[in-house]
């Protein structure tokens, strides 16, 4: 048994100080154990095995990072990576054909929170492990879940919101658009946001948005704002930032002024948006680290290694070893110093075209 003394992973980006202190011992066994302990580590396939294509983020930052950490801890590696675009059953077909391809690990964002369970016993029948990455595969036993504290996410909007609507949270109506019913995190979301919010604000009504799909969350919006004649709406509760864009657009052409909405995700589309003041926030997920880390950690499945994780998060299957980031909220004010200054969005992208007078009146240069 090999044991691993006090490593520390520091995971920056942000300021954000996260450090997880691993310590354990490393344990061998089953067709992805090494005793190789080289640089390389031993050539294997890991499957990456995301979600969705509506969300710029996995196609854009999470893929990439991921096959950049491990190509440096593992250059014999292959990354098998597949998107599911929002199909759940498409997964389970990506994730058995990734196995019957020989992968040695899989790390899987799910569709469905519920029904990736049955990837997940498909893949411990095969004694393959699985890392949930970002969402949290529920009813089953994975090997690791690395994602943000998903319950703050919805505080910070919360919290954001009411700070935008100041002395006129009682002079009107918010919507309240949450993420994805089969989503645990978008459950979390409006966990966090309904504990911030509930008492304080009127809600004319709420919605789940199927599949995160920005057309849902806009045709719901154009749908209720007809029934609410006479009802004045201060705000929009958004879970992401695609489904704010959706109530944004839906609002715009109803002829209603801008009101502060809420976001997630700091897509360039929505900073953008938030520096014309047309969206108050969104809340920035380091993806870097996470993606970083969920690589570290295929490449010690991968080694036959299993690092002691900080925390312990429930998915009525069992507690789950569990690193968690903090999330940071985002507005017009914090812009420079947070997605600028940790290089997840260039001045040269955000401040682009019509966007250029609005960057040099946050302070941020193209």
Same mark, same amino acid.
């Given at each position: 048994?090999?044991?691993?003394?006090?490593?520390?992973?520091?995971?920056? $980006? +942000? $300021? +954000? =100080?996260?450090?997880?202190?691993?310590? $354990?011992?490393?344990?061998? =066994?089953?067709?992805?154990?090494?005793?190789?302990?080289?640089?390389?580590? *031993?050539?294997?396939?890991?499957?990456?095995?995301?979600?969705?294509?509506?969300?710029?983020?996995?196609?854009?930052?999470?893929?990439?990072?991921? @096959?950049?950490?491990? &190509?440096?801890?593992? *250059?014999?590696?292959?990354?098998?990576?597949?998107?599911?675009?929002?199909? %759940?059953?498409?997964?389970?077909?990506?994730?058995?054909?990734?196995?019957?391809?020989?992968?040695?690990?899989?790390?899987?964002?799910?569709?469905?929170?519920?029904?990736?369970?049955?990837? %997940?016993?498909?893949?411990?029948?095969?004694?393959?492990?699985?890392?949930?990455?970002?969402?949290?595969?529920?009813?089953?036993?994975?090997?690791?879940?690395?994602?943000?504290?998903?319950?703050?996410?919805?505080?910070?909007?919360?919290?954001?919101?009411?700070?935008?609507?100041?002395?006129?949270?009682?002079?009107?109506?918010?919507?309240?658009?949450?993420?994805?019913?089969?989503?645990?995190?978008? !459950?979390?979301?409006?966990?966090?946001?309904? @504990?911030?919010?509930?008492?304080?604000?009127?809600?004319?009504?709420?919605?789940?948005?199927?599949?995160?799909?920005?057309?849902? %969350?806009?045709?719901?919006?154009?749908?209720?704002?007809?029934?609410?004649?006479?009802? &004045?709406?201060?705000?929009?509760?958004? %879970?992401?930032?695609? !489904?704010?864009?959706?109530?944004?657009?839906?609002?715009?052409?109803? $002829?209603?002024?801008?009101?502060?909405?809420?976001?997630?995700?700091?897509?360039?589309?929505? +900073?953008?948006?938030?520096?014309?003041?047309?969206?108050?926030?969104?809340?920035? &997920?380091?993806?870097? *680290?996470?993606?970083? &880390?969920?690589?570290?950690?295929?490449?010690?499945?991968?080694? =036959?290694?299993? *690092?002691?994780?900080?925390?312990?998060?429930?998915?009525?299957?069992?507690?789950?070893?569990?690193?968690?980031?903090?999330?940071?909220?985002?507005?017009?004010?914090?812009?420079?110093?947070?997605?600028?200054?940790?290089?997840?969005?260039?001045?040269?992208?955000?401040?682009?075209?019509?966007?250029?007078? @609005?960057?040099?009146?946050?302070?941020?240069?193209?």
């Amino acid at each position: 048994m090999r044991v691993l003394t006090n490593i520390a992973v520091r995971l920056t $980006g +942000l $300021g +954000l =100080g996260v450090t997880l202190a691993v310590s $354990g011992c490393g344990l061998t =066994g089953g067709p992805a154990a090494s005793t190789s302990d080289t640089a390389d580590g *031993p050539a294997a396939r890991v499957a990456l095995l995301l979600p969705d294509l509506t969300a710029s983020r996995y196609e854009a930052a999470d893929q990439p990072y991921f @096959a950049q950490r491990l &190509k440096e801890l593992c *250059p014999g590696c292959t990354v098998d990576y597949r998107n599911a675009a929002q199909d %759940a059953a498409k997964q389970l077909e990506q994730a058995e054909d990734a196995l019957d391809k020989g992968a040695k690990v899989l790390v899987l964002t799910p569709v469905d929170s519920a029904a990736a369970a049955k990837i %997940a016993t498909i893949a411990k029948d095969r004694n393959v492990p699985v890392i949930s990455y970002d969402r949290l595969v529920l009813n089953a036993a994975v090997d690791y879940y690395i994602s943000f504290d998903n319950a703050k996410v919805g505080d910070l909007q919360a919290k954001a919101l009411l700070d935008a609507l100041g002395s006129d949270a009682g002079s009107g109506d918010i919507l309240w658009i949450n993420g994805s019913p089969t989503d645990n995190n978008a !459950t979390l979301f409006k966990q966090g946001a309904h @504990a911030g919010l509930d008492g304080k604000v009127k809600i004319a009504g709420e919605y789940d948005t199927i599949d995160w799909n920005p057309d849902n %969350a806009r045709a719901w919006t154009a749908k209720t704002l007809g029934k609410l004649s006479g009802r &004045k709406i201060i705000g929009v509760y958004a %879970a992401n930032d695609g !489904t704010a864009g959706g109530a944004i657009a839906a609002m715009r052409a109803a $002829g209603l002024p801008d009101v502060p909405v809420t976001g997630q995700d700091a897509e360039t589309a929505a +900073l953008q948006r938030i520096l014309a003041g047309e969206q108050y926030m969104t809340v920035y &997920k380091a993806i870097r *680290p996470q993606a970083e &880390k969920a690589a570290e950690l295929a490449n010690d499945l991968l080694r =036959g290694q299993r *690092p002691q994780a900080p925390a312990g998060v429930d998915n009525h299957a069992g507690k789950i070893p569990s690193f968690l980031l903090d999330p940071v909220a985002v507005t017009r004010d914090n812009i420079a110093d947070t997605v600028i200054k940790d290089g997840f969005v260039t001045p040269g992208s955000l401040c682009a075209g019509n966007y250029a007078q @609005a960057c040099k009146a946050a302070g941020i240069g193209g």
